[in-house]
């Protein structure tokens, strides 16, 4: 398994599982935003790709977050793949690295903190940093 940057075919795929999820914080716009930007990664075993996540630059805060974690397929929850991408992120982002799930998303919230990341601060209710490092 590895973390790699997302091809082509990756982000068709990742779309292509998308369209099956109730997800309104991750939408096939921002997953074309993010390839354009090539800020979006997957989670991968060759051809399959099990989870996808975006590394944006916040050069304003002078960190790297983590946005828009997901496993794509619910039967791959549980395998330890978002904590897989979390340690592969921490070895390749050389600096301080946020993540900013909403506060609806549990599991997300759940991994963040055992790996280490504290929650900093809520906005709106909605979502909420955390931040490492």
């Known amino acids: 398994m590895e973390l790699r940057q997302a091809s082509y ?3 068709m795929k990742v779309v292509n599982a998308l369209r099956y999820k109730d997800l ?37 805060y002078n ?7 997901c496993i ?4 791959n929850r549980g395998k330890g793949i978002a904590r897989f991408a979390l340690h592969e992120i921490q ?8 993540a900013t799930p909403w506060m609806d998303n549990g599991a997300v919230r759940h991994i963040l ?6 929650l900093q601060y809520v906005f709106n209710e909605r979502w909420c940093y955390y931040a490492k490092g």
């Open 9 to 11: 075919q990756d982000m």
């Open 24 to 60: 309104s914080y991750i939408t096939k716009s921002l997953v074309n935003m993010d390839y354009n930007h090539n800020r979006l990664y997957v989670v991968a075993d060759g051809k399959k790709v099990y989870a996808t996540v975006s590394l944006v630059a916040e050069p304003n």
């Open 63 to 69: 960190y790297t977050a983590i946005k828009r974690l």
């Open 72 to 75: 794509l397929n619910k039967k």
């Open 91 to 98: 070895r390749m982002v050389s600096g301080r690295i946020g």
């Open 113 to 118: 903190e055992m790996e280490g990341f504290v």
